[in-house]
T-cell receptor, first 111, second 114 residues
Framework: AQSVTQLGSHVSVSEGALVLLRCNYSSSVPPYLFWYVQYPNQGLQLLLKYTSAATLVKGINGFEAEFKKSETSFHLTKPSAHMSDAAEYFC?????????FGGGTRVLVKP | DADVTQTPRNRITKTGKRIMLECSQTKGHDRMYWYRQDPGLGLQLIYYSFDVKDINKGEISDGYSVSRQAQAKFSLSLESAIPNQTALYFCATVKVWDGKNIQYFGAGTRLSVL
C-alpha cells in the first residue's frame, strides 16, 4: 500500500518569500510522483512530475521539487512567492493505474 | 473549450434523490476516473474505466455507480443520495506516458446533499 503525507494543511507566505511545501510518501516499490495545483473553483492542474531521470524536477510557474529517496520526500519549492500562487497544492504518488493523493496544502500569499 | 468537461458545476439535492454527474472529454484518452474531494483528505478514487467495457471500483465505490457510454463520456450516479456524499467531485482522463499515468482533471462538480 502507498500513502502520501503533506505536512501542514495551510501555509502562509509573504510575497517574494520562499514557498516550501512538504510531501512524504510511503511506497513498497519505487514510486512515480506528482504535484498538482488547484486554483479556486477549478480542477487540478499538473505542476510537475518525477520521471526518475533527475532528482530535481522543474515544473510550471517557477516551481520545482526534489526527490530524495533516503528521506522518502518530494518537497515542492518556489524561490519567490507571487500573489497568483495562492491555491491548494496536492502531492500524489502513483503505482500502476492509481494515484494516491495527499490531503492538500492551501497556500496563502500575503502582500 | 476545456478538454475535460463536467456538468453540472454545482448541484443541490435532497436525501434519497437519484443524481447523475456527467463527464465528457475531447482528449481521446481511453482511461477515465472519478474522484471525490473532501477537505483534508485529498482526492479519493470512486471508480475508473480503461475503456467502454472495462470498469473498476476504486477505494470508495459504495453508494455510487458509473456508466461509460462512449470513450468520451463517463457518468457517475448516486442512486440514493445521502448527506455524507456532499463533496467536490472530479473527473479525470488519463494518458499513459512512459509507463506512468498522467491525469487531466475537469473543473469539478460541487454537490450538496441536504
Amino acid at each position: 500500500a502507498q500513502s502520501v503525507t503533506q505536512l501542514g494543511s495551510h501555509v502562509s507566505v509573504s510575497e517574494g518569500a520562499l514557498v516550501l511545501l512538504r510531501c512524504n510518501y510511503s511506497s513498497s516499490v519505487p514510486p512515480y510522483l506528482f504535484w498538482y495545483v488547484q486554483y479556486p473553483n477549478q480542477g487540478l492542474q499538473l505542476l510537475l512530475k518525477y520521471t526518475s531521470a533527475a532528482t530535481l524536477v522543474k515544473g510550471i510557474n517557477g516551481f520545482e521539487a526534489e526527490f530524495k529517496k533516503s528521506e522518502t520526500s518530494f518537497h515542492l519549492t518556489k524561490p519567490s512567492a507571487h500573489m497568483s500562487d495562492a491555491a491548494e497544492y496536492f502531492c500524489a504518488v502513483g503505482r500502476g493505474n492509481k494515484l494516491t493523493f495527499g490531503g492538500g496544502t492551501r497556500v496563502l500569499v500575503k502582500p | 473549450d476545456a478538454d475535460v468537461t463536467q456538468t453540472p458545476r454545482n448541484r443541490i439535492t435532497k436525501t434519497g434523490k437519484r443524481i447523475m454527474l456527467e463527464c465528457s472529454q475531447t482528449k481521446g484518452h481511453d482511461r477515465m476516473y472519478w474522484y471525490r474531494q473532501d477537505p483534508g483528505l485529498g482526492l479519493q478514487l470512486i471508480y475508473y474505466s480503461f475503456d467502454v467495457k472495462d470498469i473498476n471500483k476504486g477505494e470508495i465505490s459504495d453508494g455510487y455507480s458509473v456508466s461509460r457510454q462512449a470513450q468520451a463520456k463517463f457518468s457517475l450516479s448516486l442512486e440514493s443520495a445521502i448527506p455524507n456524499q456532499t463533496a467536490l467531485y472530479f473527473c479525470a482522463t488519463v494518458k499513459v506516458w512512459d509507463g506512468k499515468n498522467i491525469q487531466y482533471f475537469g473543473a469539478g462538480t460541487r454537490l450538496s446533499v441536504l
